[in-house]
Each structure stands twice: as C-alpha cells, then as structure tokens.
C-alpha cells in the first residue's frame, strides 16, 4: 500500500490560535490530519521564517492529533507572497527538487492555506504534472460540535468528469463558431476551418483583422457577428460602427473618419467627432479599405498604433480605443507595389488575414443557405414559405451548375430566395416560380457583364442558345463576333481573323472558313452584323 504524503502551505492566519483557545478554531493543517479516513503518513509544510513559532505550535498539535504523521517543514522565504511571478518560481523549483516517487507514494496538494497566488501556483504545477499527485481541498465545519476538523474532497485533474468540463468549453467553442456562421450548418471544410481559427482570433486577440473575399461573400455580416461574440464575451463595450471606404471622397473623408473642428473648413458650422471616435471601445469596420487615400491612410495607422488621432483642424490629439476590421476585394500585396497602399498599414493588418471563398468556391453551402434565407424570411414577415420538393430539386441543380454565376455571391441568393419567397402563391414556392427565377438570374447575370464578350454574344443568341456554348468557347466567339461588326463584308472580315494562317497557305478560302465557324454556333453573317 502506497504511503499519503501532502505538500501543503503553513496558513499564517487560518494556522494560527491563542495557547488556550486554538482548539476551539478550526485550523485547515489541524483538521486535516483528524480525518478518520485520511491516514497522513507525511506532511511537507512550507512555511515562511516570519512564521517559525506558529510552526512549532502546529507540529506539537498535529503530532497530538495524529501522532503517525511525519511533519517535515520545508522553508520558502517569499519576498512578496502575492507576487506571481516570484511564487511560481519559488515552487517550480521546489517541484523539480523534490524527489517524487509515485511508486510508493501518492501524494494530495493541499490548496487552501496560503495566498490566493500560491493556492493558483500549486493548482497550475499540480495540472501540468510538475507535483504528480491530486488536490486536497479543506472545508470548515457547518457545526461546532466536538473536534473542529471540517471536511475534505479530494480533486482528481485526470477524472473524467474534469474531462466533462473542458467537454463544455468545446461545447461553447462550437457555439460560438456557430454563431459566427448565423447558425448555418456550413458543409465546406475549408471555410469551417478559417471560421473555428477566427473564432480563437476574436476571443484571444484585440489585434487588428483583415478580411478578404469577393463582393458579396459575407465579409460586412462576419465582422457584426465578430463584434457581438465579443460583446457576449464581455470584451467589448461599445458599438459597431461600419464604412464602405469607397463612398468617401475628398475632403470629406478624413472629417467623416477623424471628425473635424467647428470652422475647421467652409462649411463646418460645428464640430463632428468622426467615426474613429464613434467606435471607441467598440469595432470599427472598414469596408473597402482599399479604396482609402494615402492620407487617410496614414492617420488610420496612427489611430491602430497609438489609439489617437487629430481631427480635422484640430492639434490637440483625441483618443480613441478600438478593435479593427477591414474588408478588401482588392489584392493589398498587389497595391502596395504599386504605391497605391502602404506597406507599413498592411503590414500592421495583415497579421490576421482570412480569405473568404465566393459562393462558386461553396456550392455545397448553397442547400444550407437556402434553409436560413427561408427561416430569415418567415422572421421578417411572419410568412412560413416553403420550397416543394420539384422545385427544390430543379433550382440546386440550377445553383450547382458550374455554368451558375452567382456573381454576387451570397448576395445574389439571399436576393434570389426573397424573390421566390415574396411570389410564391400560398406559402409554397413551385416549379414556376423557380422557372422564372432561374431566367432573371440568368438575365441578370448577363446584364452585370455589359463589360465584354458576355454583353455580345446575349445580343446574338437567345439565352437557351447561349447556354449551350462551353465557356471555353464564348471569348474566341465573342471576338470573332465583334470583328465581323467592323466590317462590311464576310470576305473582309474573314481577311482579318485568318490574316497568319493565310501567309501559309494562299488557297483559303476566308470567307468560307468564317462562315462555316459561325454555323457551328447556328449563326450567319446577318445575325451576328450590327444593324
């Protein structure tokens, strides 16, 4: 049988009683070894010199008391007991000395004499296994009956209902990575990765946060959500203010930023405190930040580095506590070679960068996202709409196909469902609706790519035509299209498009080669020349 050994602190206060009256006193050290069920075979009792008669006096009434129990003091003079650092030191290093034999022994760290400093010390050396033995924890008695001893429990850190407990703190971690995601069951594994690591991010760190990703992917509604986790967290007090930097112009962007004096300009009939002090001790969001001046630029580093800035006619600096978090659909590296973005500001934010995928990088995220638009509808109108099965089906294998846009990314189907929502007859969303929103998508899609082939080839062929030509196609048709309209002749324009080859090989027929490329697609010279 293994032999009790307890390390434990001499309590300098709750030790201590008068010669006549400290049996009347419950002391933790005394109590402890009048435990009927606790046989002590050796107690290590670090004490301080200050304290060496209340040593003397405890070791005369434990050996009354348990007569069996070794009592061997260990000294550990403590400059300043409450000192962290210095405690942790102090009984590191007595652990690493100590010769443990876990063989023969087992041993109990006794954790309520001391300072509060050195119970947290002895708890941490205790769970990182620097003292291999389990917490004793002493308790005054409720009654006052008899012997003082009180009560002991004894704390196994290796149990498994402590591993219950950090089962919890997965629990919240869990909770709150969902909370980021608006309670979405997100399937991607990619982005439910990046969401658990911001999740850590927004909880251990104030640092400044960058999110990258294409308009739409969801980068304005992931930095609210950030803010209220840390609100719930208590970590932030005050609220979320949030700017698209691509709206602020001129002048009026460093007033709307750092705000300005009365009479600072024309115009500035009072003062204006600006943004950046709006989001004191709050998160400031600032979208687009990209699209910021130079200038502008240079005082927001200011702000993140020394929490101050000037605002505008003003050289008196205000100060302002906030969490940061910019938004970019623009490539900053990129920017800054250019000498559009410095360096030092991006380094500054690009400690923390996450990427945000497009909902083409998510298609397996579509079906879960459709069920929140749903709910977030009926949340917002009171209205339970429901997709039937057919109509389900037909608009996922609509969503999937990679031929899909979605060029507003989540943008685009939160709108999408609204739609089929708000015109479905009674409540449920049909084939007919999903039919007609599969061709407005399809209209709207082509309508954003004015800008290019897309725009000429809509002009040429109907839409169910134009489905059908592989996107490998449509840049070479386009082109083809296009220098067909600047000619007056198929023969001219043939003399254009094949101008290399012909240098080769005389006998072409121009002409003929351009119109026999055009059948392929069911067009001819008058379909595709401009009227």
Known sequence: MKRQVVISFLGSVLDSGTHARRWEKWRPNIGMCQQDDLVIDRLELIYDKRITTLLTTVRRDIAMVSPETEVRPQLMDLRDPWDFEEVYAALHDFARAYPFDPETEDYLIQITTGTHVAQICMYLLTEAHYFPGRLLQLSPPRG??????????????????????????????????????????????????????????????????????????????????????????????????????????????????????????????????????????????????????????????????????????????????????????????????????????????????????????????????????????????????????????????????????????????AASITRMATLAPSGRITEDVVAEEIARLRLLWRGAETSGGEAVLADVLPPERLDAVDPFDRPQLARVIETCRRHRSLSAAGRELFAASRREKSTHNDADRLRKYLARFGLAWGDVTAP
Not at 144 to 165: E, K, M, V
Not at 179 to 188: D, Y
Not at 251 to 262: C, E, I, V, Y
Not at 294 to 314: K, Y
Request: proline share 3%; aromatic share 8%; with cysteine.
């Open 144 to 413: 006052r009956s008899g012997l003082i001893a009180g009560t002991y429990s004894i704390i196994d850190l290796d149990l498994s209902r402590y591993d219950r407990i950090a089962t919890r703190f997965e629990a919240e971690r869990d909770e709150a990575a969902s909370f980021l995601k608006s309670g979405i069951a997100t399937r991607n594994a990619a982005f439910n990765h990046m969401i658990d690591q911001i999740e850590h991010v927004a909880i251990r760190s104030s640092a400044p946060v960058l999110l990258m990703g294409p308009t739409g992917a969801g980068k304005s509604h992931l930095a609210r959500r950030i803010h209220e986790l840390k609100q719930a967290r208590r970590q932030l007090a005050g609220p979320f203010v949030e700017i698209n930097c691509a709206t602020l112009r001129g002048d009026g962007a460093m007033s709307t930023l750092f705000g300005h004096t009365k009479g600072a300009f024309t115009g500035a009939v009072g003062a204006r405190p600006g943004l950046l002090r709006a989001a004191d001790s709050g998160m400031l969001f600032l979208d687009e930040i990209g699209e910021l001046g130079l200038d502008e630029q240079a005082m927001i580093l200011r702000a993140i580095e020394d929490r101050t800035f000037l605002p505008v006619g003003s050289d008196k600096p205000v100060q302002s506590d906030f969490q940061l978090i910019a938004g970019t659909n623009r490539n900053l590296g990129q920017a800054v070679r250019e000498g559009r973005f410095r360096e030092d500001l991006y380094a500054r934010l690009n400690l923390w960068t996450f990427h945000l995928p497009g909902l083409r990088d998510r298609r397996e995220d579509i079906e879960p996202n459709i069920a929140f638009e749903l709910a977030r509808h009926r949340g917002e109108t009171g209205r339970n709409v429901t997709m039937n099965r057919e109509a389900e089906r037909r608009f996922l294998a609509f969503a999937l196909d990679p031929a899909s846009l979605w060029s507003a990314n989540f943008r685009d189907l």
